[in-house]
């Protein structure tokens, strides 16, 4: 027995440093949550600071509950994870399996493809939306003035003008718009993070066994048989972890959100919560909880998916 | 029908000609093991065969069809490899399956067939498992379950023994003689392993640097090796070759004589030597003897055993009749 107490007392700092680093925040935010809390309010000061005398029971969470914008900023948390998790994984898979063949300069076309990976959240949304999405004076501004540029030429041309007179003129899309803003930040996620995901699927490639591809050629497997029966099966797993890393960042995306429209029409969860500790502490607190519950509810589907993949 | 011809074909990797202009042809029904050292080319040969090496010269016929430029799948040809090169996440069913799923054939004719090579190579109650819970020697007949299936012109095995260990080496060389032998199609089999080589061969093509230094049956090559590398590639243990002034008594300027056809005696011989190690394997006894004056080491071969201790002088007579005589330029004299 005492070879098991010493170890044991060895790791206690630590265990209780770890249970200490999480209890606390998340007891405080239990408390919070079951009491009125708000940081100003004339009328009840007694609500200001942080007492068991406030006791309000469920009611901040029935308060949240409902609200149309805790519903909202939930699907908008799923809609930008998914399609985030969706677009990186087939971008990633595609640009891995091109740049594992060799060419000229592949090491420097790697280099590059991670880079954007390295770039802050706050500026990758910065440049996003002012420099490629802004409709006047961003690149997507510029590319449809140039198209509907040509549009008009055209129009007065020989033969072909009629046709092109049908054309209506292009308008570019503000991506700041309470129906577009989602995107612009799907757009700007997904470009920072498929690095990450060719990153992982590239080494995994390299891994790939070379003898397994020669023996399908034999068997008379083309490229897209190749890739369908041996290349994406043997990305599973990576594609796996890919997936469950990047849910757990992206469940939590702030900055973009904040940059690209001031959370107009694109809320998440952490955005809608940020907005209520402005001073209703309660309320953000049962939103946080609900945060939790709705995190732990897609890392026990994650991880049953990841465990599935690595039992195989 | 398997009839495959080498015309002048060559291979050269950068600067390096792995494979010099090289003429072969192999009947069908035949089967033929190519054997060498490692490095000799035998692989790049097999996979040159197989499609998956491009010729940097020359042609390869098939049943007189020039294949030279046909795909690997086109070829009728289907492969063993050393590392078996399963597909992992596919279970044994699909494995064997996958050659037919690319092709096309319907699923009854598929599973007729699966279960008919399941049968015949005993893995009808693993053929739901994934290859990762199968051993080796099963893993092997898996890989060559998909082979048959194909109905191929020709099976090419690439060293599909050297994963194996030594016991389950022997069972699967005599699964693939019999397959042969019940198929009697033709099979080109590559290995490092004189004893396979000449175990299992109709035909033996010996290989050193891309250079085929004989073909024969493996009785010819161990009678009248046409080379010095031969007689010593072929045969184990290894022949023991003589070179000076001894040599130059038979006219030649070196003699060989196998470990088998040596006399031993303890008073009187030719060669007088001091024993070394003795390697006893109950029906035989190899014999190292040192300090001839003739060579490093000579290996001697007796039947049963013999009372000789380390260090004891010995005597060593060779059978006239079996002595093999190369000329300066390592050729068989006749």
């Known amino acids: 027995m005492a070879n098991r107490t010493i170890p044991r007392l060895l790791q206690t700092p630590a265990v209780l440093l770890l249970l200490v680093w999480m209890l606390v925040p998340l007891g405080m935010t239990l408390f919070f949550s079951f009491i009125r809390y708000v940081l100003n309010n004339l009328r009840r000061p007694e609500w200001t600071s942080p007492s068991i005398e406030n006791w309000r029971g469920f009611g901040n969470y029935k308060f949240v509950w409902n609200q149309d914008g805790f519903w909202l900023a939930i699907q908008n948390s799923l809609l930008i994870v998914c399609s985030i998790l969706f677009l990186t994984v087939i971008l990633g898979v595609l640009i891995a399996v091109l740049v594992n063949r060799s060419f000229p300069g592949r090491g420097i076309v790697r280099v590059l493809l991670i880079s954007p990976f390295f770039v802050m959240p706050a500026v990758n949304a910065v440049l996003w939306i002012n420099m490629i999405l802004d409709p006047v004076l961003g690149l997507q501004g510029i590319a449809v003035g140039g198209i509907n540029e040509v549009i008009a030429g055209l129009r007065n041309a020989p033969l072909i003008g009629g046709f092109f007179s049908l054309w209506p003129e292009l308008n570019p899309i503000s991506f700041r718009a309470t129906q577009t803003s989602a995107y612009a930040v799907i757009m700007m996620v997904t470009w920072q993070w498929t690095p990450f995901a060719v990153l992982i699927f590239m080494t995994s490639l390299q891994s790939e066994d070379q003898q397994q591809k020669e023996a399908a050629i034999l068997d008379g497997a083309g490229r897209w048989s190749q890739f369908r029966f041996l290349t994406l099966p043997h990305l599973g797993r990576p594609i796996a972890i890919v997936v469950m890393i990047q849910a757990i960042f992206h469940l939590s995306l702030y900055a973009e959100i904040e940059i690209v429209s001031r959370g107009n029409g694109n809320k998440n969860l952490p955005y809608f919560i940020g907005e209520l500790a402005n001073n209703n502490i309660g309320a953000a607190s049962a939103t946080g909880i609900f945060a939790v519950i709705l995190a732990n509810i897609v890392a026990i589907f994650l991880l049953r998916m990841v465990g599935k993949t690595l039992m195989e | ?334």
């Open chain 2, 1 to 334: 029908m398997g009839r495959i011809a080498l015309n002048k074909v060559k291979k050269v990797f950068g600067d390096v000609e792995v494979i010099p202009p090289l003429d072969l042809t192999i009947d069908d029904g035949e089967f033929v093991v190519f054997v060498g050292p490692s490095g000799c080319g035998k692989s790049t040969l097999l996979r040159m065969i197989a499609g998956l090496e491009d010729l940097t010269a020359g042609a390869i016929e098939i049943d007189d069809e020039d294949v030279t430029e046909v795909p690997p799948s086109k070829r009728g040809l289907a492969m063993v490899f050393q590392s078996y090169a399963l597909y992992p996440h596919m279970t044994v069913r699909k494995n064997i399956a996958f050659p037919m799923r690319m092709a096309g054939i319907d699923e009854a004719t598929q599973n007729a067939k699966i279960d008919a090579a399941a049968k015949s190579l005993n893995l009808t109650d693993y053929l739901d498992r994934k290859p990762g819970q199968l051993s080796g020697g099963q893993r092997q007949r898996v890989a060559i379950g998909r082979a048959i299936v194909r109905e191929p012109a020709a099976f090419l095995f690439d060293e599909p023994l050297s994963n194996l260990d030594a016991a389950l080496r022997v069972g699967m060389r005599l699964e693939i003689m019999e397959l042969h032998k019940k198929l009697e199609t033709t099979m080109i089999y590559v290995t490092h392993d004189q004893v396979e080589a000449m175990t299992m061969a109709d035909k033996i093509v010996v290989l050193q640097a891309g250079v085929i230094e004989q073909v024969g049956s493996p009785l010819e090559l161990y009678h009248t090796p046409r080379n010095k590398f031969v007689a010593g590639f072929i045969g184990s243990p290894k022949m023991n070759l003589i070179e000076g002034a001894e040599a130059e008594k038979h006219g030649a300027a070196s003699i060989g004589i196998r470990p088998e056809h040596l006399t031993v005696s303890k008073s009187e011989g030719t060669w007088k030597g001091r024993v070394g190690v003795a390697e006893h394997l109950g029906s035989d006894t190899f014999i190292h003897v040192h300090d001839t004056g003739l060579m490093d080491m000579m290996t001697v071969r007796i039947n049963g055993d013999i009372d000789a201790r380390h260090g004891d002088t010995i005597y060593l007579s060779p059978q006239v009749d079996q002595i093999h005589r190369f000329d300066a330029q390592d050729l068989r004299i006749a």
